[in-house]
């Protein structure tokens, strides 16, 4: 497994207008007040569902073994899991790129003279802009999972993994269906807003020739996938199609049955504050002679789209432990005051943070990185411990060192600046010299009156700094 | 991962690493963790050629700069003494950090690793390893406290400043809403998105203020940078000449309460 050489055209953007996006939404009171809404009551959940801080933790580390367990012996697992998979009937595909996995699915979509395509909530056909792709070949895609049929119709990307349409209100949910739902006046009752979804999904389940899904955990052993949900709208694309397609990132692999139940319990519980999803569905085969329902053809589509780069490195590897939770979005006080969308990527927040950059490579997305405060909340609630703050300074680094021979990521160096390292390197000078630092210090003591009433980015909301008149050296000094 | 260690004994001597913050900006708050320590009886030692530890440049990305500026801390503490630093993150940094930061040259790395079990973060010195217990000598009042993220999740000390604020019998420690969340500050952060930063600052100075604790103390001074400055910047923009947010660090709190 390689690197992916050419980066795909994608409709990101995450590093070009990144300040100006999250600019535009901390200056919003509105969406500002939303937000930590939104995310105090996700947090609540989570906090709800673990109240024993021992029991917690406990799981957490188990969590984390299992997925490094599967995660050392990846090369191999795939191998058994495509033979389980064939064995059972499943065909299994395999794509380095984004544009592979849209030939390897609209080719299966073509082959059936596919019209329409329903699909299971799945970030990872938002990664590789799968509904772009059906849509330019002439085959309908369309989201059945409650959140994501909202920002379908919204013409936009989920703004979170779990919550797609989180940053809507529903008045706006209401606004969207009276101008798009035939037939529908404006009602921002919830419930009823929801009848109204089901009534137009229904029929699509029936009428479609192609049902999409995402995978949770794929199980070698067994040759079975795993789906997490709780609409049941991921059971109708899997079942009621004559076609199943799942796709899912090479990373999404236990080796044995046994170490599903600790994963989902910790997904569910860490993600939505549930004991269990109200669905979960286990697939391992289409369906039988003498079966009565099921699809005729289940395929998997198997993504690389960088992950194998971050697998050759033994720390970055460990951005590829992600059960795709999304606590570390709602714990994280930067999404909260920001929001999905001003991250310009498929996964925002702090998952986002460090997975992007193997997806897009570090041209794109050097900046992303850098907006971090390093709290760690993000890594103190990751049901399966990854140090995200830990990956965040390995990423800095790999974006504003010089740029050197054989890197561990595609565009290492692209944040790479003479005057910042010459910066660094003089404040190096300084501080690793005592004499050079008394000397520099003490004329801050000085003259720190001449200090500029304007420092930059830490004046606009914030005092100049001013150095004390004496340091804590001259205060000892003096007393002797 | 939390320092305590109840079977410490209590030692005769210990050093001071101020850090560059403490030294340059609250010299006074070093004075005051001195000045504490001494009355406990402990001679502090605070070696002059020490600078800061390092982390700017680490947790911005250039760990050679950061490597370098360590490599002077390493040797400055010979003696088999506590290390006491006020200041949860950059005992974070020396505790946590510097053995991955010399993984790769073992003669340091080892240096790291005996430095690290000897590096203490102020609050977490006077209670578990001096058994602190401050006579309150003040009048009543109301403080909040904000505890740094490194504290917290990092050196797991965040219940150490909480404990010393109780035991005084005057002083009333109120709850502000979102504890436990980031002021914002986070090194080269403040500047480098300094939206968000600035956003967040806000957040925290309002749910500070909204307790209506007459101060805010922490042991860190990173953050009292950030949350004093925002809080300073906020009255100059609404013409208020006297601070609405006053603060220091628990240091200076600790001294003038139970000063004798």
Redesign the interface.
């Known amino acids: 497994m390689n690197a992916p050489q050419t980066p795909h055209a994608l409709h990101f953007m995450p590093s070009e207008g990144f ?1 100006a996006r ?2 535009a939404v ?2 919003n009171p509105f969406l ?1 007040q939303s937000f930590r809404g939104a995310m105090d009551f996700l947090m609540s959940k989570r906090a709800a569902q673990f109240p024993d801080a021992e029991e917690l933790e406990s799981l957490r580390t188990l969590g984390e073994r299992i997925r490094q367990y599967n995660l050392a012996k990846l090369p191999d697992l795939l191998v058994q899991l495509e033979t389980n998979l064939t064995r059972n009937g499943i065909q299994v595909h395999w794509a380095e790129t984004p544009d592979e996995a849209n030939a390897i699915i609209l080719g299966i979509c073509q082959k059936h003279s596919a019209k329409l395509m329903v699909k299971g909530k799945s970030m990872v056909s938002e990664e590789i802009e799968l509904n772009h792709a059906a849509e330019a070949a002439g085959i309908g895609a369309l989201e059945s999972d409650m959140g994501e049929y909202i920002v379908q119709l919204a013409h936009e990307k989920p703004s979170h993994i779990i919550m797609p349409a989180i940053h809507k209100t529903k008045q706006e949910i209401a606004q969207l269906f009276a101008d798009n739902v035939p037939g529908v006046d404006y009602t921002d009752n919830v419930d009823a807003l929801i009848q109204i979804g089901r009534n137009v999904l229904r029929q699509k389940f029936l009428e479609a020739d192609i049902g999409l899904s995402g995978v949770n955990f794929a199980v070698a052993e067994t040759g079975t996938l795993c789906l997490v949900e709780n609409e049941g709208n991921g059971r109708m694309c899997t079942t009621a199609p004559p076609v199943h397609i799942a796709i899912t990132g090479i990373e999404k692999i236990v080796e044995k049955l046994e170490h599903v139940p600790p994963l989902l319990s910790l997904l569910t519980r860490s993600a939505t504050g549930q004991n269990i999803s109200t669905y979960f569905n286990m697939i391992s085969s289409p369906r039988k002679p003498g079966e009565k329902d099921g699809p005729g053809e289940v395929h998997l589509v198997l993504l690389d789209n960088g992950r194998s780069q971050a697998y050759a490195d033994e720390q970055l590897r460990k951005t590829l432990q992600c059960i795709r939770c999304g606590a570390c979005m709602n714990h994280c ?2 999404y909260t ?2 929001g999905g969308h001003a991250y310009g990527t498929t996964y925002p927040g702090p998952i986002g943070k460090i997975i992007s950059p193997h997806m897009l490579g570090l041209e794109a997305t050097a ?1 992303m ?9 993000c ?2 609630v990751c049901p399966v411990k990854i140090p995200i703050p830990e990956l965040l ?1 390995r ?7 010089e740029p050197h021979a054989n890197p561990a990521m595609r565009g290492q160096g692209a944040g790479y600046s003479r005057l910042m ?1 010459s910066i ?2 003089g ?2 000078a ?5 004499a050079l ?1 008394g000397a520099v ?1 003490w004329l ?2 000085r003259f720190g009156w001449l200090m500029p009433s304007k420092q ?8 100049p ?4 008149p ?7 000094r003096e ?1 002797g | 991962m939390s320092s305590p260690k109840p079977e410490t004994p209590r030692p005769s001597d210990v050093y001071f690493f ?1 850090t ?1 913050v ?7 708050a ?2 005051d963790a ?1 000045t504490l320590l001494e009355r406990e009886g402990i001679r502090v030692h ?1 070696p ?5 530890c ?1 982390q ?11 490597r ?2 360590a ?2 801390q390493l040797t400055l503490f010979p003696n088999d003494w506590p290390v006491v630093v006020p200041s949860g993150s950059c005992a974070g940094m020396m505790k946590h950090h510097y053995p991955t930061l010399f993984a790769a040259d073992p003669v340091r790395k080892a240096q790291a690793e005996a430095l690290s079990v000897r590096i203490y973060e102020f609050t977490d010195f006077l209670v578990n390893v001096l058994n602190f217990k401050p006579e309150d000598s003040g009048s009543d009042c109301t403080v909040v406290l904000h505890t740094s ?2 504290a ?3 050196m797991g000390v965040h219940l150490t400043g909480r404990k010393l604020l109780g035991d005084l019998g005057k002083v009333t420690v109120a709850q502000q809403d979102h504890e ?3 002021c ?19 957040d925290k100075v309002k749910a500070l203020k909204a307790t209506g604790a007459e101060r805010v103390v922490s042991a860190d001074c990173g953050c009292l ?2 949350i004093l ?2 809080a ?2 906020k009255d ?1 923009q609404e013409g208020r000449a006297t601070p609405s947010l006053p603060g220091e660090h628990i240091a200076t709190f600790l001294l003038r309460r139970t000063a004798q």
Request: aromatic share 10%.
């Open positions: 300040r999250s600019k901390v200056e500002r006080p930067v005051r920001i900046t990185a850098t907006a971090s405060s390093l709290c760690g909340a890594g103190e300074m990423l800095r680094e790999e974006s504003f060192s390292t660094w390197r404040w190096a300084v501080y690793r010299s005592p630092y210090t801050g003591s930059g980015a830490w004046t606009s909301v914030r005092v700094l001013k150095p004390a004496k340091r804590l050296r001259d205060m000892l007393r | 101020a560059c403490v030294d340059q900006f609250f010299p006074g070093g004075m001195i605070f002059e050629e020490q600078t800061c390092g700017p440049a680490y947790t911005s990305g250039f760990p050679d700069q950061a370098k500026v490599t002077l993220c490194s917290r999740r990092e436990s969340e980031c914002g500050f986070g090194g080269t952060f403040s500047v480098k998105q300094p939206e968000i930063s600035g956003a967040m600052v806000e940078m950030n400055g925002h300073a910047w100059k």
